[in-house]
């Protein structure tokens, strides 16, 4: 396998299941250094045996994105190893439930805006200043389509989304005069867990696998990517505003 992405340093969260296993699996085997990041210890190992296996390198944080301590305490301890970080994948994020607005009780309310929009502004806080330290930071927020849509019972995906979608803008507005390129990504319909349970009556064979969607997405946190405050729709495989 070409190991384009060589001597990168790449952290994805989410990273036990999913689209965020294939997105930090193949970083590793194409050559970069992964920081893992996610709850699940026995899958995090599972992904660095993965890793290893292809002669690739990772580094575990098996951790709460709600522990917003750790979130600061993270970047700290990136800077310490590495002084920089050249890639920010940020495909964790929680489906709660599909629900009328008005029957959402807070504490999931509460919950998915923890994770899906004040995780990622604390990780921008905590990694803002490595991904600057880069001869090409690139970060890349995954969004939905519900944050365009609106969808009914879809609330709190529309909500959360739409307010990483601004969040990741404006990032990249304040980074313009910077090597950074900051954008999201709408992998669409994807055969993981989380579809599963939104869609529990979907055929899965008829979605895309993971690794195919990550080996798309890994095209956007390339040096060679010029765009930034995009969102790239991974369906019609164009860039677009995400405004």
């Given at each position: 396998?070409?190991?384009?992405?060589?001597?990168r340093?790449?952290?994805?969260?989410?990273?036990?299941?999913?689209?965020?296993?294939?997105?930090?699996?193949?970083?590793?085997?194409?050559?970069?250094?992964?920081?893992?990041v996610?709850?699940?210890?026995?899958?995090?190992?599972?992904?660095?045996d993965?890793?290893?296996a292809?002669?690739?390198?990772?580094?575990l944080?098996?951790?709460?994105?709600?522990?917003?301590?750790?979130?600061?305490?993270?970047?700290?301890?990136?800077?310490?190893?590495?002084?920089?970080?050249?890639?920010?994948?940020g495909?964790?994020?929680?489906?709660?439930?599909?629900?009328?607005?008005?029957?959402?009780?807070?504490?999931?309310?509460?919950?998915?805006?923890a994770?899906n929009?004040?995780?990622?502004?604390?990780?921008?806080?905590?990694?803002?200043?490595?991904?600057?330290?880069?001869?090409?930071?690139?970060?890349?927020?995954l969004?939905?389509?519900?944050?365009?849509?609106?969808?009914a019972?879809?609330?709190?995906q529309s909500?959360?989304?739409?307010?990483?979608?601004?969040?990741?803008?404006t990032?990249?507005h304040?980074?313009l005069?910077?090597?950074?390129k900051?954008?999201?990504?709408?992998?669409?319909?994807?055969?993981?867990?989380?579809?599963?349970?939104?869609?529990?009556?979907?055929?899965?064979?008829?979605?895309?696998?993971?690794?195919?969607v990550?080996?798309?997405?890994?095209?956007?946190?390339?040096?060679?990517?010029l765009?930034?405050g995009?969102?790239?729709?991974?369906?019609s495989?164009?860039?677009?505003s995400?405004?």
């Amino acid at each position: 396998m070409e190991k384009d992405f060589e001597g990168r340093i790449a952290l994805v969260t989410g990273a036990s299941r999913g689209i965020g296993y294939q997105i930090a699996r193949q970083l590793g085997e194409r050559g970069a250094h992964v920081i893992a990041v996610a709850r699940t210890v026995g899958a995090l190992e599972d992904l660095d045996d993965d890793i290893k296996a292809s002669g690739g390198e990772a580094t575990l944080v098996p951790v709460d994105l709600t522990d917003f301590d750790a979130l600061d305490r993270l970047g700290a301890a990136i800077f310490e190893r590495w002084k920089k970080l050249d890639i920010f994948v940020g495909n964790a994020g929680m489906l709660g439930v599909l629900s009328p607005i008005g029957h959402i009780k807070p504490k999931d309310f509460e919950k998915v805006m923890a994770v899906n929009v004040t995780a990622n502004w604390r990780l921008i806080r905590s990694l803002d200043p490595l991904l600057r330290q880069s001869d090409a930071g690139r970060a890349l927020l995954l969004t939905a389509v519900q944050a365009q849509t609106r969808t009914a019972f879809w609330g709190l995906q529309s909500i959360s989304k739409s307010a990483v979608e601004a969040m990741a803008q404006t990032w990249a507005h304040e980074s313009l005069k910077t090597a950074m390129k900051i954008n999201l990504a709408d992998p669409g319909p994807t055969r993981t867990g989380l579809r599963a349970k939104a869609m529990p009556g979907e055929p899965p064979e008829n979605l895309p696998d993971p690794a195919e969607v990550a080996m798309d997405l890994l095209e956007l946190v390339k040096p060679q990517v010029l765009e930034t405050g995009m969102l790239y729709d991974r369906v019609s495989k164009e860039w677009v505003s995400p405004s």
